[in-house]
């Protein structure tokens, strides 16, 4: 009984403190004139300047999975499927699973120690003072960014990964082209690419939601905007993997 009574107020406590920033993230969003000369210079922080790793990420995965693939199919299925594999686990699973696991670690981690050196240098007070709302400037362009672009990269990814299969089965693996493109169209749906970017959609809002929370909370000078950064980072991990199969059990 003591038990529960602690933790009571607890809950209660965390569903106040979650109801309290919900209210205040849909009054940010609907404070359009203060975010809105801010979303296209986040878009290009967030999503074009990721570009780069993501395609690097993208390009050994199809490596690998070209030649993972083959060495499973040998002498069991034909190698036509590699295509089929390549094509089906990057567009579905590993482009916006590994893209988002990348970009947690540069967008998180960028956006949770940006705003929370401004926290703790007092810049988030100044702009209170200055009637500003911090999250309709600082939180609602930074996450609309990572919403609207994650799914950019993803489909750079996508694309770039399934070339980079293709070219492995075809010059390692003895695969002819119109073998591999074979495989990739008979099993290819539709869905398997807006299945991808809308996963990646709602892995870059969970990312930065984690990095504005985190930021606009720290505390304690350097130490706490270096432990606002790492938890950003790692709750952006989490969410990920969360909503991964959140996704998975809702659509498939």
């Known amino acids: 009984m003591q038990r529960t009574a602690i933790a009571a107020p607890q ?6 403190h979650v109801g309290r920033w919900t209210l205040g993230a849909m009054r940010a969003l609907g404070d359009i004139a203060t975010w809105r000369s801010h979303l ?19 390009v050994f995965t199809g490596i690998v999975l070209a030649l993972l693939s083959s ?4 002498g069991a299925i034909p190698l036509y499927f590699v295509g089929a594999l390549v094509g089906k686990t990057i567009m579905m699973e590993l482009g916006p699973v590994l893209t988002g696991m990348a970009l947690a670690g540069r967008v998180g981690a960028n956006i949770a120690a ?13 702009l209170e003072t200055l ?3 911090p999250r309709s400037y600082l939180a609602v362009p930074r996450v609309l960014a990572a919403t609207i672009m994650f799914p950019v990269v993803t489909a750079f990814a996508v694309a770039v990964g399934v070339v980079a299969g293709w070219i492995t089965a075809v010059n390692l693996l003895d695969l002819s082209t119109q073998e591999f493109w074979k495989g990739l169209r008979q099993f290819y ?22 990095g504005c929370y985190k930021g606009l909370t720290a505390l ?7 432990a606002a950064t790492t938890r950003a980072v790692v709750l952006g991990c989490e969410s990920i993997l969360v909503l991964d199969a959140f996704w998975a059990l809702v659509l498939l």
Do not use: C, H, N
């Not at 809950?11 to 106040?16: C, L, S, T, Y």
């Not at 060495?71 to 040998?74: G, L, V």
């Not at 749906?189 to 984690?210: P, R, T």
């Open 114 to 126: 940006e705003l929370g050196t401004m926290k703790v240098t007092e810049q988030v007070d100044a």
């Open 131 to 133: 009637a500003y709302d």
């Open 40 to 58: 296209v210079p986040q878009m290009r922080r967030l999503g074009v300047d990721s570009i780069p790793i993501a395609l690097f990420i993208a």
């Open 71 to 74: 060495y499973i199919f040998t």
């Open 189 to 210: 749906q539709f869905k398997d690419v807006w299945f991808g970017l809308l996963k990646s959609a709602s892995f870059g809002a969970a990312i930065a939601l984690m």
């Open 11 to 16: 809950w209660g406590r965390f569903v106040a």
């Open 220 to 226: 304690g000078g350097a130490q706490g905007v270096g």
